[in-house]
């Protein structure tokens, strides 16, 4: 199995590259989430994560540029910063406490709630500012697995949006997206 380490290397790097492939002028294009352009997609990711860390772990990520003043350095910093976390050998010793999800050991934590946040995100972020949208098949159908029995606590956390009704036959990508309210 990939460490969280390695798999936030992976899926961040992926994240990273869309945001790199933004066009200057597709920062506020609308984004697959109600409300947001593709900037926010970034926002989301930065502005979400740290207090959580700072909340349930005491752990304080490096702050970077307003992702208004510009989006790239913003997400540069914060995810260099997740990723010195999660290489840090002495980061598989704490754990995060949440009165939500209890105590949970920290890289773990970061792996669950938010590496999987950016996963999904990438797909937001790619169709907001037109660049490839294909996901990883195997991490979509792990994450769709591990959704689906908790259908009921996701949607009444406000997280996520109706389901979109799909065909059966539809790919695994198509699937976790609907699952997750997005119309693919």
């Given at each position: 199995m990939t460490s969280a380490a390695d798999e936030h290397r992976i899926i961040a790097g992926a994240f990273t590259e869309r945001v790199?492939?933004?066009?200057?002028?597709?920062?506020?294009?609308?984004?697959?989430?109600?409300?947001w352009v593709a900037r926010d997609v970034v926002r989301h990711l930065v502005e979400w994560f740290p207090a959580f860390l700072k909340s349930g772990a005491g752990v304080e990520l490096p702050q970077g540029p307003s992702v208004d003043d510009d989006p790239v350095a913003a997400w540069t910093v914060h995810c260099d910063g997740v990723q010195a976390l999660?290489?840090?050998?002495?980061?598989?010793?704490?754990?995060?406490?949440?009165?939500?999800?209890?105590?949970?050991?920290?890289?773990?934590?970061v792996d669950r709630f938010y590496t999987a946040?950016?996963?999904?995100?990438?797909?937001?972020?790619?169709?907001?500012?037109?660049?490839?949208?294909?996901?990883?098949?195997?991490?979509c159908a792990r994450l769709l697995d591990g959704m689906l029995p908790l259908d009921d606590v996701l949607r009444k956390s406000g997280q996520y949006g109706p389901k979109v009704e799909i065909p059966e036959s539809a790919d695994v990508q198509t699937r976790l997206l609907a699952f997750i309210g997005r119309t693919p």
């Open positions: 790199r492939g933004v066009s200057p002028t597709a920062w506020d294009n609308p984004a697959p989430c109600e409300g999660l290489d840090d050998p002495a980061t598989s010793g704490k754990v995060l406490s949440n009165p939500h999800i209890g105590k949970v050991p920290l890289d773990q934590a946040d950016v996963f999904m995100h990438t797909w937001d972020l790619a169709r907001a500012s037109g660049q490839e949208e294909t996901l990883d098949p195997v991490r």
